[in-house]
Each structure stands twice: as structure tokens, then as C-alpha cells.
């Protein structure tokens, strides 16, 4: 039996490890918190920091593969170990590049792939002589996530929100649609296509919020997603699963926002609603089986369950058993402790093949299910 470790044990490494169970597969979980939500369903769990040489480069050397459920982990353990001959999904060159939003947007540009044009900026002092790039947006090079990175600089005024370390400044978008385009890719290089999604985010926390799948998009539109994140996975050369999302304007035209190499938050759909869901997917690669068929048995609408504000604390989850009778909803909750405002609890996939219903019961359990302390 394959041996194969993940490095981070939140709510990805837990439904990456759901899918596990369904494979001969031996499974190990790197994490600093031992009460994190993947910690009881791996075989084997590590206490230890996922940014840390040592660490991860002592979890890896006993196993065949490795993936991550965050980038932000020691790529340069993950380079010693694929030296050694341990498989890694994503490819550490891959993370090196996707780690660093300089490097990521660098790395469309040579590719000739389409995205929002930009310039470096390596101080605040820099950024300070770059309003005539306005309006755009700030994005920090390393460590921003889930929107704490980034700042969207209108006027001359929002430039005291840039960050003062090298970062990218790019035009900001008028965007049309949000939409996310999960892939997997093979050793042999073979591709499988999910349908994109489309999303729509929280204005004031900047989290995904709630995401209709396939997004409604023209053919043409969709041709150009899909080569899109074909050109970006192959120029990759990296077996594993990606989520490419991307911008869609008022015209049609589509460019990339940026690639997560790795399953996703904008694939929790699939496990209800597709025959393979990205976490069955990613282990058939790392397993060496074939691609699963990434078509939807219906379509779906995912809503992302965030502690509500104003609690913060040992988490009791309001309105769960009236969402619970809801005939075609499936509901997800991760198994955190504890809840604080705009935190990822859960989330609940629908199913229906009527877009009213799914919008009809999606608000529904977003008003209805609240985690509360
Ligand atoms: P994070 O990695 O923190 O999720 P993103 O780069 O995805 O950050 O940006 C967060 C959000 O900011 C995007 O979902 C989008 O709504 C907005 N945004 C990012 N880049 C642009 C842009 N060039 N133009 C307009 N809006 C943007």
C-alpha cells in the first residue's frame, strides 16, 4: 500500500482524506494542531510546523508521496524530498512560483496566458510614485490569503492601504463574472475539465460566499476558460489538481486571477454533484489510476457556512436541524472547535436542476445556519 502524507490538516485535508477511505492507501497528516479538523480520520498524525525544514522534511522521507492543503509550506524540504525520490502534487517548483504572487503573474506573462496587467512595487515608497496605475489593486507577494493580502486602491487617497514589501500592482478588472476552473492533470499529462464555476464573494469579508456551478457563460467564453487552464497546468508540467480563477469582463474577455495547485474551496461541490469529486480525483492521480469523469449529475449551489459576527468562542451551530430537512441540500461541517466572525465552518452543497430552487434554498440555509458561540 502507498504511503502518502498531507501537509496541513484543515477542512481540505479532511475531505481529501474522506475520499481516502475508498482507496488501498496508507494515510499520514502533518499539523501544528492536534484537535484540527483531519487529525482523527488519517492513519497516522504529526504534530509538527508545515513552514518548518526539519519538520517536513522528517514527515516526508519515510513516505512515496506528498500533497498540500495550503501553499504555505517548506518548499525547500519538498524539493530535498523530491531529490530523494518522493513524489510531491504539486511539483515544489510549482508551489515556488505559486507561492509568490510576483512569480505567479511573471509566470502568465511568459506564458503568453491573459491577465490583468501589472508592475512590481518593493516598498510602500515605490507604490507611493504609481498613481497614474490607478485604479488597481495591491497584491502582497508573500502570505496574504483569503483576501488579507490584497487591497484595492481606487484613488490617490487608498494608497496609505498598500503594503510596504514587494508586492504586485495590477489594473483592477472590471469584472462581469468570477469564476474558478478546477483541472487535473495526470503523470501521463492527461487533462480532465470540471465545469466552471461561478462565484460570488462577500463584499465585506472578502471570503467566498456562495458558488453556482457550471457558470453560465457563451461557448466562446467557456472555449477561452478552458484553454486558459490548459495552457496553465501544462506550462506547469506537474501532475495534480488545480483551481484557475479567472475574470471574465463586460466583453467576454477572460483573464486570470490566479491558480491554487491544489484542491479547493471552489470544488466542494463536487462531491455531491459531479460522479468524481476533486478529492477522488487528486487521489486516482497520486494513486496512478485513471482520470474520474468530472461531469455533474446535477446542477449545484455551494454555500460557504462562516462563524457570524459578533461571536467568537466554543462554537454551537444555529438553525442546523432546519437545514437539515432540506430534501437536496448536503450539509459539511468541519469539525472546528471554535467559531469568530468570517470564519470557514462548513459548507452546504444543493442540488436541483432548477437555478430558482437552488438560489431559493442556498439563501435560505445562509440565513438559516449561523454558527454561533
Ligand atoms: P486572495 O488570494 O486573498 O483570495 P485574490 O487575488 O483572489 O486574493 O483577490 C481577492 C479579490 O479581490 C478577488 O476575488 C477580486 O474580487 C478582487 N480582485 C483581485 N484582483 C483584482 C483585479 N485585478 N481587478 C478587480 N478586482 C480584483
Known amino acids: 500500500m502507498l504511503k502518502i502524507g498531507i501537509l496541513g490538516g484543515g477542512q481540505l ?29 488519517c492513519h497516522h498524525f504529526t504534530k509538527g510546523d508545515i513552514k518548518d525544514f526539519e519538520a517536513v522534511y522528517n514527515f516526508g522521507k519515510g513516505l512515496d508521496a506528498l500533497t498540500i492543503e495550503i501553499e504555505n509550506v517548506n518548499v525547500e524540504a519538498l524539493e530535498k524530498l523530491e531529490a530523494e525520490g518522493v513524489k510531491i502534487y504539486p ?34 515608497n515605490e507604490l507611493t510614485q504609481q498613481e497614474k496605475f490607478l485604479p488597481a489593486v495591491h497584491k502582497i507577494g508573500e502570505g496574504g490569503y483569503d483576501g488579507k493580502g490584497v487591497q484595492l486602491l481606487k484613488t490617490t487617497e487608498d494608497i496609505s492601504k498598500g503594503f510596504n514589501a514587494p508586492a504586485v500592482l495590477e489594473k483592477m478588472v472590471a469584472i462581469h463574472k468570477e469564476i474558478a476552473q478546477m483541472i487535473a492533470i495526470n503523470a501521463k499529462g492527461e487533462t480532465a475539465l470540471y465545469p466552471p464555476v461561478e462565484m460570488l464573494f462577500d463584499p465585506v469579508l472578502n471570503l467566498l460566499d456562495y458558488q453556482l456551478c457550471p457558470a453560465e457563460l ?7 476558460v478552458e484553454a486558459i487552464a490548459l495552457s496553465v497546468v501544462r506550462n506547469f508540467s506537474s501532475p495534480g489538481i488545480f483551481a484557475v480563477e479567472m475574470f471574465v469582463d463586460k466583453n467576454g474577455d477572460v483573464s486570470v486571477n ?99 430552487e437552488l438560489i431559493h434554498q442556498s439563501n435560505k440555509v445562509k440565513r438559516t445556519l449561523l454558527p454561533k458561540a
Open 258 to 356: 490566479e491558480t491554487a495547485p491544489r484542491v479547493h474551496n471552489s470544488g466542494h461541490h463536487t462531491i455531491e454533484a459531479h460522479y468524481s469529486s476533486q478529492f477522488d480525483m487528486l487521489w486516482r492521480i497520486m494513486l496512478g489510476y485513471p482520470l474520474g469523469n468530472t461531469e455533474a449529475i446535477l446542477p449545484s449551489i455551494m454555500v460557504n457556512i462562516v462563524g457570524a459576527d459578533g461571536f467568537s468562542g466554543d462554537v454551537k451551530y444555529e438553525g442546523l436541524e432546519e437545514v437539515l430537512t432540506i430534501e437536496n441540500a448536503f450539509v459539511h461541517l468541519y469539525g472546528k472547535k471554535q467559531t469568530k466572525p468570517g470564519r470557514k465552518m462548513g459548507h452546504v452543497t444543493i442540488l436541483s436542476k432548477e437555478k430558482q
Open 91 to 124: 511539483k515544489p517548483s510549482v508551489l515556488k512560483t505559486i507561492k509568490n504572487k510576483i512569480l505567479q503573474k511573471q509566470y502568465y506573462q511568459q506564458h503568453q496566458i491573459p491577465t490583468a496587467e501589472f508592475i512590481v512595487t518593493n516598498s510602500f
Open 13 to 41: 485535508g479532511k475531505m481529501l482524506l474522506q475520499a481516502a477511505a475508498n482507496y488501498p492507501v496508507e494515510t499520514f497528516v502533518l499539523e501544528n494542531d492536534t484537535e484540527c479538523p483531519a487529525a482523527h480520520l
Open 218 to 224: 457563451s461557448t466562446q467564453t467557456l472555449y477561452k
